[in-house]
């Protein structure tokens, strides 16, 4: 029965985002259960993208990445696909009318990643931050506003910016690997041999303005998104506390992260603030 492997195809998108990312699937549960299993089609795509061009060294990416696209536009045009992921990615980006120009630039800086080393001026960081942060940030947005385009266009601006905020912490936190195993710089006129404080407090500046954005838009989301995206928030801005007291060198020279104790924290702290209507 279709259903039957409709279904399973979803369970695929939940263990993606259940094996991969503990912070993510941890604020995914907290979302409501009549949006949770979109959000894990919507993950399960990216995520599966992105490892194409990130980890399979010893196989062709390119190649790789080819076939991944051709399968999701036949997924995405048939309303099907014999891949669980895309199958259960398509099923969300009909039932919420997602815009295919945001799966597009999804896919364009993605494969940026298969060559792209560097990213010399401020037009080319943003341009990729856009289509590998702010447009699944959106395409999460259509799910969280259930289609509707007065709410999405009305909270845009701010799921932008809080996608720009998450790739941007993300972008400082795995400078080492990116930079030593990938050989990639994303952030432009930034020295990372030599990476001082002046360079990373500007990088944080920049984080924080965009986490201030993010924040208004938040606040104003459907209940049913409102406590998950609060996590994600929490549990960034926690992540970005941490960069902000590490010295610039030791960043470029180690991975910072976030215990699992620390993130239970978060959540019984975040809930008590949602309970008591402080976001």
Known sequence: M??????????????????????????????????RQD??????????ADEIVDTFHDYDKEKLFINFQTDLESALKDKISLNPILNAFQETFHKYRIDKHLVDSFMDSMRL????????????????????????????LKVFVKGDNEQYEDLKESAMSLGSAFQKVNFLRDLK??????????FPNTDLNDLDEKSKQAIISDIEED????LNGIK??????????FMAYRYYNKLLE?????????????????????KVELLTRSYVKYQLNLI
């Open 242 to 262: 941490k960069l902000k007291k590490t010295p610039a060198l030791k960043i470029r020279s180690t991975r910072i992260r976030v215990p699992n104790y620390r």
């Open 177 to 186: 690997a990116d930079f030593e195993d990938l050989s990639r710089t994303y």
């Open 113 to 140: 990643d298969l060559y792209k080393k560097d990213y010399l001026t401020e037009e080319e960081y943003r341009a990729y931050i856009y289509g590998s942060a702010d447009v699944v940030g959106l395409m999460c």
């Open 39 to 48: 959000i894990y089609n919507i993950y399960g795509f990216v995520r599966f």
């Open 2 to 35: 279709k259903s039957l492997f409709d279904n399973v195809s979803k369970e695929c998108s939940k263990l993606v985002t259940n094996a991969y990312s503990t912070s993510f699937s941890m604020a995914t549960k907290m979302l409501s259960d009549v949006i």
């Open 211 to 214: 986490f201030a954005k993010g």
């Open 220 to 229: 104003r989301l459907p209940l049913e998104a409102k406590f998950g995206v």
